[in-house]
């Protein structure tokens, strides 16, 4: 015995709220009276006593109100049944772009699948199947079920994506299933990967079953398609570099054919060893626009051989300094001159207003931080003692540089950064929203020399030393001078107009401040549909585009993946890992408790007892009016 809805417990204080008001009808009220002779012929027993005793009505109307209470608690009792139970089965399927590869004109998906339509045949009837597919990220397709011909029905409507595959996390979330179930499941791996290449446990191991397809290794692929142009050259400058590797172990023949805005610019045909890359190199286009790749080989796989990069057009940048020093103007004046698309406004500190700059303009704070907001990407060189975005705790000199973050895009492929050129630097406590790009050490620790980030939507960078008369222009400084530079790159928004260049797999967040009510999302399938989320999962090889009715935006998803390119998957060791062969183990009876609820028929007893308390009224209105 138990209840299931404990919240109905207060509801027992009515049969408090009931006897008040019993208790309420017998008070009398005291009433002064001249005489009491009227009251002498009355007989003794004829006069109702003031001690309150319970009637039939009044015992009811309680046992009604405990039955309306109960039905509300949902009172059940335990009941033990026997029941009937099979085997349970876990289907991991591999839907990697490698599985689109062609065995005898006969995909490797295919050939899983049908590998999988012989496991669903073997199912006894009271098995359980649950089904997980997995390309980027795993996802469950059917849970635990008994209705085999869903799972097949969702196991036919899968397609390979154009993706990498996380075929380790699905398998994982395969165990996942198989322990919060607290049952035994057998887990189906169906993929092309061979067993050794996956880095599990010898307990995973012992209850995988394991589906292994594909054999050939005839394939060539491009593995990069990369278009070299700063922010301050033209199209015209800009160099694209290509590489194909060839992964059969034979030579293959291909034609390489490059279009810019769908016109041919390059063909070549050419023969490539086995196991071997060759580069391609094409500049001096005559305009901007998508440059799309295509390799025209026999091959297997088919996903690899097409690529799209772009070829920008300079766009004039606005560099605002904000600065007291008349020789760093003098400094960028000069270098103004020499990049092309780049333009110098100079404003002293006391003129300076948030309202002067866009959202297209880089603004350099020099010896000064303003208490607003910026609404552009900035640049803050030796901010002062007193300020409101970095924190200065004191002013050191003659520090040396302990480390850098050669990885972030300002400092890559930047050498001898230990040569920067600095005497005095002031000490800046990080703030929570920045990563140090460059960092010395004093008694006060590890310090950061230069400091990058992102707050309210715009980039900043931050160099706590501070720029003497021509250190920028000074040929002894060009570690100095390619830093400055390379931070303007990365501060230089980019043009809203670009599509963004992002791998097959990966996930694009829209700006959290766009309008996107009534967006819609084209694919590279051309199926066109109404954006619901703020995401964009690029599962396909090609561009997608968001429409909306203020905000533009054009995506390039491309397959670099040597993994999914590489499909002969050479097996490494020959000794493969043991796995299960799925023995079956009979039906299991099992016996459970299981709660049967019984409010439903005190409600029913409630209904009935309300109807005898009415029968038992009208029988007693008649005789009180004789009494």
Known sequence: MGILN????????????????????????????????FWTDVPEDRVRSRRFRPDLLFLLQILLLLLLIGGLLHPYWSRTVTETRGDRQILVFDLSASMQARESGVRRFDLALDQARDVLHDLAPLDEVMLIGIAARPQVISGFTTDHRLVLHRLESLRPQDTGT?????????????????????????????????????????????????????????????????????????????????????????????ELNGQAVFQEAFSLSANNTRSFSL???????????????????????????????????????????????????????????????????????????????????HQFVPDEAVPANSLYIFP???????????????????????????????????????????????????????????????????????????????????????????????????????ALRWLRPPNPLDPHLLPAGDVFFLPTDAPLDGARLSTPQTEVQ??????????????????????RAELYANLFDEAESNIGRQIVDETQPSVSSGVRTSPEAVQREIPVEFGQSLYWLAALLLFGEWLYALWRSPLEGVS
């Open 283 to 365: 500049g001096g286009f005559t305009g901007p626009g998508q440059l799309a790749v295509h390799l025209e080989s026999e091959d297997a796989l088919a996903v690899d051989n097409h690529a799209l990069n772009w070829v920008a057009e300079r766009r004039s940048t606005q560099l605002v300094l904000v600065s007291p020093a008349a020789h760093l103007h003098q400094e960028l004046q000069q270098l103004s001159r020499v990049l092309p698309g780049v333009t110098l406004r100079s404003t002293r500190p006391e003129d300076f207003s948030p309202t002067q700059v866009s959202e297209q303009d880089v603004v350099l704070f």
């Open 530 to 551: 109404v954006l619901e989320a703020d995401t964009v999962p690029l599962d396909r090889v090609g561009v997608y585009r968001v429409e909306a009715a203020t905000y």
């Open 166 to 258: 996380q075929l380790e996390l699905g398998i994982e979330l395969a165990l996942v299933q198989r322990d919060r179930a607290g049952r035994q499941a057998q887990i189906h791996v169906f993929t092309d990967l061979p067993a050794n290449q996956l880095s599990l446990s010898e307990t995973p191991q012992q209850v995988l079953t394991y589906h292994r397809v594909g054999e050939t290794d005839d394939n060539m692929a491009l593995a990069s398609v990369h278009v070299y142009q700063n922010p301050f050259q033209d199209y015209s400058q800009a160099q694209a570099y290509i590489l194909v590797r060839n992964y059969a172990n034979r030579t293959k023949t291909a034609t390489l054919r490059v």
């Open 6 to 37: 404990p919240a109905a417990l207060p509801f027992v204080s009515l049969l408090g709220v009931l006897l008040l008001i019993y208790l309420r009808q017998r008070t009398r009220t005291r009433i002064e009276v001249p005489s009491l002779l």
């Open 384 to 486: 002062p003692v007193e300020n409101s975005l970095f924190p200065v705790l004191t002013e050191a000199a003659d520090l040396t540089i302990l480390d850098w973050n050669d990885e972030h895009e300002i400092l890559h492929n930047l050498q001898y950064v230990e040569a920067l050129p600095f005497k005095q630097a002031r000490i800046l406590a990080l703030p929570s929203w920045a990563q140090v790009l460059i960092s010395s050490k004093t008694s006060h620790g590890e310090i950061p020399l230069a400091l990058t980030g992102e707050r309210n939507g715009h980039r900043i960078v931050c160099l706590a030393f501070d720029l003497d008369t021509g250190n920028l222009t000074d040929s002894d400084n060009l570690t100095l001078l390619v830093l400055f530079l390379n």
